[in-house]
C-alpha cells in the first residue's frame, strides 16, 4: 500500500476574498448536530457567477452531504457546468480538504479547477482539482450512445 500526500499550498494560492467570505457565511449554515464539524464552500463559474453549499447532516449519517457537494449542486440546478475556483472553509488544522467524494464530484465538473482549502488562522491547503484526485474517473460521451471512461 502506498501513501499518498495530501497538497500543500505550492501553487501558492490565496483565496478568493468573495468566495472566502462565501464560504465562511455558507459555513455558519452548516447543519452538523452529529459531528460538530462545520464546513463551508464557494465556487464560482467562467461566467462570473458564485454558488454556495454547507454540510448537512442526517441521522442516518451516509444521507449526509458535503458542503463541496452542496455547493456543485447548487450551480449544476441553475444549469452552470463548470467551474474555475472554489473555496473551503472549515475551523480544522490543517485545513479539511474535499472528501474522496467531493473529489470525484469537482473532478467531474472541473478538473482544472482552483481548490484552497483555509481556515480561521488563515492556514492554507491548495492545487487544482486533480491534485487532489490523481487519475481521476470521468466519461467520454461518444456519438454512438456508448460511454467510456476516461482519465
Same mark, same amino acid.
Given at each position: 500500500?502506498?501513501?499518498?500526500?495530501?497538497?500543500?499550498?505550492?501553487?501558492?494560492? +490565496?483565496?478568493?476574498? *468573495?468566495?472566502?467570505?462565501? #464560504?465562511? &457565511?455558507?459555513?455558519?449554515?452548516?447543519?452538523?448536530? =452529529? @459531528?460538530?464539524?462545520?464546513?463551508?464552500?464557494?465556487?464560482?463559474?467562467?461566467?462570473?457567477?458564485?454558488?454556495?453549499?454547507?454540510?448537512?447532516?442526517?441521522?442516518?449519517?451516509?444521507?449526509?452531504?458535503?458542503?463541496? +457537494?452542496?455547493?456543485? *449542486?447548487?450551480?449544476?440546478? #441553475?444549469? &452552470?457546468?463548470?467551474?474555475?475556483?472554489?473555496?473551503? =472553509? @472549515?475551523?480544522?488544522?490543517?485545513?479539511?480538504?474535499?472528501?474522496?467524494?467531493?473529489?470525484?464530484?469537482?473532478?467531474?465538473?472541473?478538473?482544472?479547477?482552483?481548490?484552497?482549502?483555509?481556515?480561521?488562522?488563515?492556514?492554507?491547503?491548495?492545487?487544482?482539482?486533480?491534485?487532489?484526485?490523481?487519475?481521476?474517473?470521468?466519461?467520454?460521451?461518444?456519438?454512438?450512445?456508448?460511454?467510456?471512461?476516461?482519465?
Amino acid at each position: 500500500m502506498t501513501h499518498t500526500q495530501q497538497p500543500g499550498n505550492a501553487l501558492n494560492l +490565496q483565496p478568493d476574498p *468573495q468566495l472566502l467570505e462565501g #464560504a465562511q &457565511a455558507a459555513f455558519k449554515q452548516a447543519y452538523a448536530p =452529529y @459531528s460538530k464539524f462545520r464546513v463551508g464552500a464557494a465556487l464560482r463559474t467562467p461566467d462570473g457567477r458564485v454558488y454556495f453549499g454547507a454540510n448537512v447532516e442526517n441521522a442516518s449519517y451516509g444521507l449526509g452531504r458535503c458542503a463541496e +457537494q452542496s455547493a456543485v *449542486q447548487a450551480m449544476a440546478t #441553475a444549469g &452552470a457546468r463548470d467551474f474555475t475556483d472554489i473555496v473551503v =472553509y @472549515s475551523e480544522a488544522s490543517p485545513p479539511a480538504s474535499p472528501c474522496g467524494a467531493c473529489r470525484q464530484v469537482l473532478f467531474e465538473f472541473a478538473p482544472d479547477a482552483r481548490v484552497v482549502c483555509v481556515n480561521q488562522h488563515g492556514e492554507i491547503v491548495s492545487g487544482l482539482v486533480r491534485d487532489f484526485l490523481p487519475h481521476g474517473f470521468r466519461l467520454e460521451h461518444r456519438d454512438d450512445g456508448h460511454d467510456v471512461g476516461t482519465e
